[in-house]
């Protein structure tokens, strides 16, 4: 028996196996939307308020109102009743000539009046224009209506598919015929010249959903970099900025991290065919960040808001401009980092599509630049690495990318900026003189040891004599670095890996499932250490990514344990997607393996675009309609 089981698992395919547990998932997921959600009853108020006036219906009572709808399927009454006895009224549905569509006898109390009566017709009730009429009589005194300003309060209830719900499903079947497409051609496409541009559309197609259904104000800080945007949008259209930011009235509205639920987002959807407001400026107190330093982050949504109001479009629509003008330039650079090198782009392609990334790469905030200019320096290391020869057009453009990503985010990232000049200024010294590799090598072998020895000796002698607020705290007290970490994974562990893959999304009421992460995670790894021996991984190459992925790691610990007060025991503030920009050298360097053929990574690579078709399907089709 043992034998047989042991056997049967040997000829178990885990790739097959896996592909089949997504494939189900997303069946499941699509499922559920389309009969649960896609499929819902919709709930649109008529007449709605919290000032409201009780109406007697002691005689017959009827009103006027006006829909688009071209069915329903039945009415919310807002009634009150005062008897404990239960009580009929009598609902008639009339068009505008006074014929009658429907009529529903409901039961009423004192008891179920405590919330809205839904009065449900035998089925679903036609209209024949826009102007209708309701009809309510009751057979007792006891029983009265909600008015607001003199209608009584009403919420139709319709099949229809309101916006929301079309934008949905539009979605969905774009996502799907993309998946078909990609798999039915997937040799074709991948054995393509214009793979880069293949894997550079799907970024942005993704992106661009991600952008529209995550609603203005909802990722983290949007709105203090929706200001700085507006800021600089000002310099580019010569308005006066110096006593404040001078913004069209219609644009002074705070948006609030609103969540994503199906009422708000229903609302939200309609706002982009709403009428430009009033476009008079007028004065501030908003004031932008303070980032003079890398302000040329802000130019692709400053540019983007600019645009906006030169075409006076709505306030939805000029800021959703300016999050589309933010992810062509993040996508513009990752073509880019494609184009630089050939190497690795299945690693590249990973991060530059995870979800977490998208969602900042289509949001109001620098970081689209950060994210961008990170992998395009990345690029740069993985090709410079093959010790070639650049010319000087190319070395030009190097130059400037790690110059730009040098200064992106107060100098967060210095490390990885400056390794690729590191390795130009090696590559070229190799060409001007010979060197004896096993000579420096043996040279650096004696000298490791007592680099250490000076290292604890000087941690054991100086480490007391610095403060928290020091830069060298950390380095010369390594074991209250490893304490705070410990206690920092311990409390925000799974936070931080939410937020480096699939994402919190602005208030954290929208997440992926533990699933999705979980699936995520395992990919990521499966990157790492499956495959073959890469021959090109030398120990050089990965030490030095080691080094740049640790001091950016130490950078970012030491900043925020500056903003974390001494009593908390772990450092506040740290999200996983700060990370971001070293995660490709990381992943890169933490093994020796991760050498796949070509059937390999089209299958990797499908399988990441169906992963990112799940989150989509997951986060937004299952449960923002929650």
């Not at 000002?234 to 991290?257: S, V």
């Not at 919190?504 to 699933?515: C, I, K, N, P, V």
Request: glycine share 4%.
């Amino acid at each position: 028996m043992g034998n047989r089981i042991s056997k049967y698992l040997k000829n178990i395919d885990i790739k097959k196996c896996i592909t089949t547990i997504l494939v189900l998932f997303v069946i499941l997921n699509t499922f559920m939307v389309y009969q649960n959600k896609i499929c819902r009853l919709n709930e649109v108020p008529i007449y709605s308020g919290e000032e409201t006036s009780l109406t007697n219906l002691s005689s017959n009572y009827d009103m006027e109102f006006n829909t688009s709808f071209k069915t329903i399927k039945g009415v919310k009454l807002y009634l009150n009743s005062n008897s404990d006895d239960e009580t009929k009224v009598n609902v008639s549905l009339l068009d505008e000539n006074k014929n009658v569509l429907a009529v529903k006898d409901v039961l009423v109390s004192k008891k179920n009046t405590s919330e809205p009566v839904n009065v449900m017709f035998d089925s679903n009730v036609a209209l024949a224009g826009e102007k209708n009429y309701i009809a309510i009589k009751s057979d007792s005194t006891d029983v009265a209506i909600e008015e607001v300003d003199h209608h009584a309060k009403l919420t139709l209830v319709t099949k229809e598919l309101n916006n929301f719900q079309k934008l949905f499903k539009l979605i969905g079947i774009l996502f799907v015929v993309m998946l078909i497409v990609i798999y039915l051609f997937k040799n074709l496409i991948f054995n393509s010249k214009y793979i880069s541009i293949v894997f550079v559309g799907t970024i942005f197609i993704t992106g661009l959903t991600y952008s529209l259904l995550i609603p203005i104000g909802n990722a983290p800080d949007e709105a203090s970099h929706m200001n700085t945007a507006y800021y600089y949008s000002n310099e580019i259209l010569h308005i006066d900025n110096r006593n404040g930011i001078q913004m069209r009235q219609c644009d002074t509205e705070i948006f609030k991290n609103n969540g994503v639920s199906y009422s708000e987002m229903t609302t939200y959807i309609t706002r982009f065919t709403e009428k430009c407001g009033d476009t008079t400026l007028v004065k501030t107190d908003r004031q932008p960040l303070n980032i003079k330093r890398y302000a040329f982050t802000y130019i692709p949504q400053a540019l983007g808001i600019s645009v906006g109001r030169i075409l006076h479009l709505n306030t939805v629509l000029t800021f959703n401009l300016a999050k589309l003008f933010n992810l062509i330039s993040y996508s513009l650079l990752v073509l880019l980092a494609f184009k630089i090198t050939n190497k690795n782009h299945l690693l590249l392609y990973f991060v530059a599509s995870l979800p977490m990334t998208l969602q900042q790469a289509g949001a109001i905030a620098y970081d689209s630049m950060t994210l961008g200019l990170s992998l395009c320096v990345t690029a740069i290391i993985f090709e410079l690495f093959e010790g070639n020869v650049i010319s000087k057009k190319k070395t030009v453009l190097y130059v400037v990318l790690c110059v730009l990503l040098l200064l992106c985010k107060q100098c967060a990232y210095i490390a990885v900026a400056l390794l690729p000049l590191m390795l130009m200024l090696i590559n070229w010294i190799k060409t001007k003189y010979v060197f004896d590799k096993d000579r420096i090598l043996n040279l650096v072998l004696k000298v490791i040891p007592i680099v250490i020895l000076i290292y604890f000796m000087t941690c054991l002698v100086l480490g007391r004599k610095f403060n928290t607020s020091s830069p060298l705290y950390f380095a010369l007290n390594p074991m209250q670095l490893l304490k705070k970490v410990d206690l920092s994974l311990d409390k925000w562990g799974v936070y931080y890996f939410r937020t480096l893959f699939t994402g919190g999304f602005g208030t954290d009421e929208l997440q992926a499932s533990q699933l999705m992460n979980m699936f995520y995670f395992a990919f990521f790894v499966y990157l790492i250490f499956a495959g073959r021996k890469s021959e090109s991984k030398t120990l050089f190459k990965r030490i030095c990514m080691w080094c740049v992925c640790l001091i950016t790691a130490y950078g970012l610990l030491y900043i925020f344990q500056n903003q974390t007060p001494l009593e908390w025991g772990y450092i506040w503030g740290i999200q996983g997607r700060y990370f971001t920009p070293v995660l490709v050298l990381f992943m890169y360097s933490l093994s020796a393996k991760g050498s796949f053929d070509q059937n390999e990574k089209i299958r990797l690579i499908n399988l990441n675009m169906f992963l990112n078709t799940c989150m989509l399907f997951e986060l937004f089709f299952l449960r923002t309609l929650l």
